[in-house]
């Protein structure tokens, strides 16, 4: 089955900035809102960032203002750009749509160390 790849992940510190990436299957990429997930040990995955095909994005309250999604739609390919990371953004980060459209795929761990 066809999966989302994510990467980009790593062990920063506080205060340290990466670059989370992850390209998608299909021609249908391009008409989806996509969205960037994070799950870290013991609690629910939630959305924390997400883009409309057209390029409105939201961010959850927690990242708002450090954290940025943006798309590529001729490389099939989001990004969560992710700045000033704090101790308690340290998760296994995810993308999928926002209709949860794709199986899940690896995911890509951020740790933050403080």
């Known amino acids: 089955q066809v999966q989302l790849v994510e990467s980009g992940g790593g062990l920063v510190q506080a205060g340290e900035s990466l670059r989370l990436s992850c390209v998608a299957p299909?021609?249908?990429?391009?008409?989806?809102?996509m969205g960037w997930y994070r799950q870290a040990p013991g609690k629910q995955r939630d959305l924390v960032a997400s883009?409309?095909?057209?390029?409105?994005?939201a961010y959850g309250n927690s990242v708002k203002g450090r954290f940025t999604i943006s798309r590529d739609n001729a490389k099939n390919t989001v990004y969560l750009q992710m700045n000033s990371l704090r101790a308690e953004d340290a998760a296994v980060y995810y993308c999928?749509?926002?209709?949860?459209?794709?199986?899940w795929g690896q995911g890509t761990q951020v740790t933050v160390s403080s």
């Open positions: 883009i409309t095909s057209g390029g409105t994005t």
């Open positions: 299909g021609v249908l990429f391009r008409f989806k809102a």
């Open positions: 999928n749509s926002v209709d949860i459209g794709w199986a």
